[in-house]
T-cell receptor, first 109, second 112 residues
Framework: GQNIDQPTEMTATEGAIVQINCTYQ??????LFWYQQHAGEAPTFLSY??LDGLEEKGRFSSFLSRSKGYSYLLLKELQMKDSASYLC??????????WGAGTKLIIKP | EAQVTQNPRYLITVTGKKLTVTCSQN?????MSWYRQDPGLGLRQIYY???????DKGDVPEGYKVSRKEKRNFPLILESPSPNQTSLYFC???????????FGDGTRLSIL
């Protein structure tokens, strides 16, 4: 079957660092996406990992371990505008995206 | 401006009255997809299309139809809507299946 597990909600302080974990099980695997979604808006692309390791893009980094079925999104120097839901989405070998329920990140001053 | 356009943005209708939600992209993308998003469940894929005249079922296709007669358009059809199809719907497109998807602004459907 297919299953994606990420925390429902996390709270962090402005300026701090937060790591959002995602574990997954899918039938076939072709990489993993992370998207950001502000309340009432459409998701927007953050990162795509297809190989094991860390991809860094400004304040955001994403890590993938294919053998462990594990990924994380690391957000540094948190800003109030980072308050949003973060969606983990593995891509199956038939190019179908499977979406986690998302992690709601609350940033406090 | 590169964009995915959905219409309507909001619709309140009644059970059984056929409706179509249109989706159009201007990026010449091959891959298009429809999702519904419900609280606590995340995005669930309804149908997707890898190219013109090629469509495949996602995880929750029951009660929906799609067509892909031309590359830019991917309409979602509810032949006989029911209240359990009340949801927020997103259309998305990408150049290929393994590329980031661009999302439309969403369509909020209420079926009474």
């Amino acid at each position: 079957g297919q299953n994606i597990d990420q925390p429902t909600e996390m709270t962090a302080t402005e300026g701090a660092i937060v790591q959002i974990n995602c574990t997954y099980q899918t039938s076939g695997f072709n990489g993993l996406f992370w998207y950001q979604q502000h309340a009432g808006e459409a998701p927007t692309f953050l990162s795509y990992n297809v190989l094991d390791g860390l991809e860094e893009k400004g304040r955001f980094s994403s890590f993938l371990s294919r053998s462990k079925g594990y990924s994380y999104l690391l957000l540094k120097e948190l800003q109030m505008k980072d308050s949003a839901s973060y969606l983990c989405a593995p891509l199956k070998s038939n190019y179908q995206l499977i979406w986690g329920a998302g992690t709601k990140l609350i940033i406090k001053p | 401006e590169a964009q995915v356009t959905q219409n309507p943005r909001y619709l309140i209708t009644v059970t059984g009255k056929k409706l179509t939600v249109t989706c159009s992209q201007n990026m010449n993308h091959e891959y298009m997809s429809w999702y519904r998003q419900d609280p606590g469940l995340g995005l669930r894929q309804i149908y997707y299309s890898m190219n013109v005249e090629v469509t495949d079922k996602g995880d929750v296709p029951e009660g929906y139809k799609v067509s892909r007669k031309e590359k830019r358009n991917f309409p979602l059809i509810l032949e006989s809507p029911s209240p359990n199809q009340t949801s927020l719907y997103f259309c998305a497109s990408s150049s290929q299946g393994a590329q980031p998807q661009h999302f439309g602004d969403g369509t909020r459907l209420s079926i009474l």
